[in-house]
């Protein structure tokens, strides 16, 4: 079983940055695509970022593109995800997915099999 957390958010004001972090237990993580996702009160959990095992491949939502890196260190067993110039908009709760058999379309949801418990970002002057 392979337990995932994030930490890193907060509150910060536009225009400013974060860098959210996600750790997980068990050597195994380095193998896994891993990917964040966010979702608003109300609203379905969508897409931000995703990266693979080996941190040479990513993908990004449309929205962030330009302003978030995605990031991992296999040997810390962490992935990053760097938000730049954030927006109000951007305020919601941010997670962490792990992806332990890859093959499917990692913008999706259905793919992953293990989850963090979220953390908050909040983007308010």
């Known amino acids: 079983q392979v337990q995932v957390e994030e930490s890193g958010g907060g509150l910060v004001q536009p225009g400013d940055s974060l860098r959210l972090s996600c750790v997980a237990s068990g050597s195994t993580f380095s193998r896994y695509s891993t990917g964040w996702f966010r979702q608003a009160p109300g609203k379905e959990r969508e897409f931000v970022a995703h990266?693979?095992?080996?941190?040479?491949?990513?993908d990004y939502a449309d929205s962030v593109k330009g302003r978030f890196t995605i990031s991992r260190d296999n040997a810390e067993n962490v992935v990053h995800l760097r938000m730049n110039s954030l927006r109000a908009e951007n305020t919601t709760d941010y997670y962490c997915?792990?992806?332990?058999w890859g093959g499917g379309d990692l913008t999706q949801t259905s793919p992953y099999e293990y989850w963090g418990q979220g953390t908050q970002v909040t983007v308010s002057s």
């Open positions: 990266i693979s095992w080996s941190g040479a491949s990513t």
């Open positions: 997915a792990a992806d332990a």
